[in-house]
């Protein structure tokens, strides 16, 4: 256990510039309708009950609730509560709490990849590098959505959450870098996917406050919705239409903060439904825990099969991500990701600097080593020498901000698949998750490609005065081996074959996907296929990431969606029942 701790921190450390982020605080207030679990009844009735408030169903919710009663299971807490999480500089400390209450809940795929997946209102994009850009213009007709539609609802997020990022020196010196090495054209500031070099949108303000999808239940109707926190939905409770003969989705069960057991019920009169919005693992997830599934292993864990459905939980996918660490002589700005290269090779090139440490390195460092032994009961694996190295190492590059920068690859798709399975019948506890990260060689091919292009990167002449004389790429590269990212085996000839580099120091950059897939789940209105009243609206149904991050097109889907079902509310006549 000590050994895995060890590596989860480290990688957390490498990772943090684009995983980064702090809730936007000071609007809890206004979200009366938002409040703890334990306060609810025990038994409620909606029309519509969206399993997840994170960064689908908070934009979902709101709109579904222009029109209906609407129903917000979140399991995790809320982003407005500690005014301290501000600012960008506190992001570190955010991300390195792994504790139980903690805005992340960290898991290790069986490919031996660190990861985590969020358990707070505004979900993922309360712990994202704040990336917004949309899906290509292929993607959304691929997906078949309407694309005067889809250009609505992305506008009516940008509205809200999304901004122009500065364009400092870090970030415009790996802009031109790009440009240098031929990622052309130049395409400046833009929400558009497009061949080329851009600057993208960020969901961070001038003041370096995070804006989140929790934001966007501004939009909501307070008089029609109501948002409980720390609730676990248990499962989803169905019963059979003998007229449809088919289960139909009636209610839930979730657990509050206190372990008391509440239900909610689907309103009788009207085409209610259940909505489940948890994400790439809880959707697949929660559906075989509530009977939905291959029966074969349903019934392994001694759950009552619903309908034997073998594709839930198939098709994961994980895009994987490469990185350097670029050592800087010169003072570089805090920043996330703003630049990016989008290749003709299918690889996304972004970059990020400046990390705010506040506690010195020593310190920190001193404080991980303790909590590893302590959460394992043993000393750590991490030995006394190795453990003073890379601090050394750490302090180098580190002081009060990180003196440098980490330029990273993202490849396109990924063709590679996985699946998951459940270990437990808690839904509390993750599922065992396999991504298969570079199964598929043109994953690797793509991976090698972006490697070549930050190489050149690093070579620029844009990015020479960042740039330690006496550090080659080839000291960087053998740097991100000194640090332990992940639980993979590490080879002898890693720093000098670009395939081994991709495969044995891959990391993810938290876009995975896939689960409950469009045409094998869920039909093209994300209907669950055999079963009434029950949809799935996240990244779950995604055949692959749009794009260079998935936030954008999943917020999107969520008003997307929403409006698409209450405008068919509107048309059929149907009105709500109000709340029992």
């Not at 990390?355 to 991980?368: C, F, M, T, V």
Request: glycine residues 10%.
């Amino acid at each position: 256990m000590g050994l895995m701790w060890d590596k989860f921190i480290w990688a957390l450390l490498v990772e943090c510039i684009f995983l980064s982020g702090l809730p936007h605080s000071g609007k809890a207030s206004k979200y009366a309708f938002v409040r703890e679990a334990t306060s609810a009844p025990p038994f409620l009735s909606y029309d519509y009950i969206v399993i997840g408030g994170g960064t689908s169903g908070c934009p979902l919710a709101a709109t579904l609730s222009q029109g209906a009663r609407v129903l917000v299971l979140e399991r995790g807490g809320s982003p407005y509560t500690n005014p301290e999480r501000i600012h960008l500089k506190n992001f570190v400390h955010s991300l390195a709490d792994i504790s139980p209450s903690s805005f992340s809940q960290p898991f290790i795929s069986t490919d031996g990849v660190l990861n985590a997946r969020a358990r707070v209102l505004g979900g993922g994009s309360v712990l994202n590098a704040g990336f917004y850009s949309r899906a290509s213009s292929d993607y959304i007709r691929i997906s078949g959505w309407n694309e005067s539609l889809a250009e609505e609802s992305y506008k009516w997020v940008e509205k809200k959450v999304v901004f122009e990022p500065p364009m400092l020196q870090w970030q415009s010196a790996v802009r031109d870098g790009l440009l240098e090495v031929g990622v052309l054209p130049y395409n400046d500031f833009t929400y558009d996917h497009l061949n080329g070099t851009k600057i993208g949108g960020t969901i961070f303000d001038k003041k370096g406050n995070r804006h989140t999808a929790a934001d966007l239940l501004e939009y909501a109707d307070p008089k029609n919705i109501s948002v409980y926190l720390h609730a676990t939905v248990q499962k989803i409770l169905f019963r059979y239409n003998t007229g449809k003969r088919r289960p139909e989705a009636y209610g839930v069960m979730f657990i509050d903060a206190l372990g008391v057991m509440h239900r909610a019920y689907l309103n009788r009169k009207g085409e209610n439904e259940i909505i489940l919005s948890a994400g790439a693992i809880g959707s697949p997830q929660l559906l075989m825990l509530s009977g939905i599934g291959p029966a074969k292993h349903l019934q392994a864990h001694g759950i009552t099969v619903v309908l034997n459905r073998p594709w839930v939980g198939q098709d994961m996918a994980d895009n994987p991500m490469n990185v350097l660490v670029v050592p800087s002589p010169l003072p570089v700005e805090v920043s996330l990701v703003q630049t990016v290269g989008i290749t003709k090779s299918g690889s996304f090139i972004e970059t990020g600097s400046g990390l705010s440490l506040g506690h010195s390195w020593s310190e920190r460092l001193q404080k991980i080593f303790e909590f590893v032994s302590n959460q394992s009961g043993q000393p750590s694996t991490f030995s006394s020498e190795n453990k003073q190295r890379v601090a050394d190492l750490v302090r180098f590059l580190t002081g009060p901000i990180l003196k440098g920068g980490v330029i990273i690859e993202k490849i396109t798709g990924p063709r590679s698949t996985g699946h998951l399975e459940l270990i437990t019948t808690n839904p509390s506890d993750n599922p065992s998750v396999t991504f298969n990260y570079f199964k598929d060689p043109e994953d690797l091919r793509i991976c090698v490609e972006g490697m070549k292009t930050i190489i050149d990167v690093v070579n620029s002449k844009a990015l020479s005065k960042f740039r330690y004389p006496n550090l080659p790429v080839q000291a960087l590269m053998d740097l991100m081996l000194l640090i332990p990212m992940n639980l993979r085996p590490k080879h002898v000839n890693t720093a000098y074959s670009l395939q081994q580099y991709c495969i044995d120091t891959v990391l993810t950059i938290w876009h995975y996907h896939g689960g409950c897939l469009t045409g094998k789940v869920v039909d093209h209105n994300y209907k669950v296929i055999g079963v009434d009243a029950l949809r799935v609206i996240d990244g779950s149904t995604f055949y692959r990431s749009p794009g260079t991050n998935p936030q954008a097109t999943v917020m999107m889907l969520g008003r997307y969606m929403g409006e698409q079902i209450i405008n068919k509310r509107f048309s059929g006549g149907q009105k709500s029942e109000g709340i029992n």
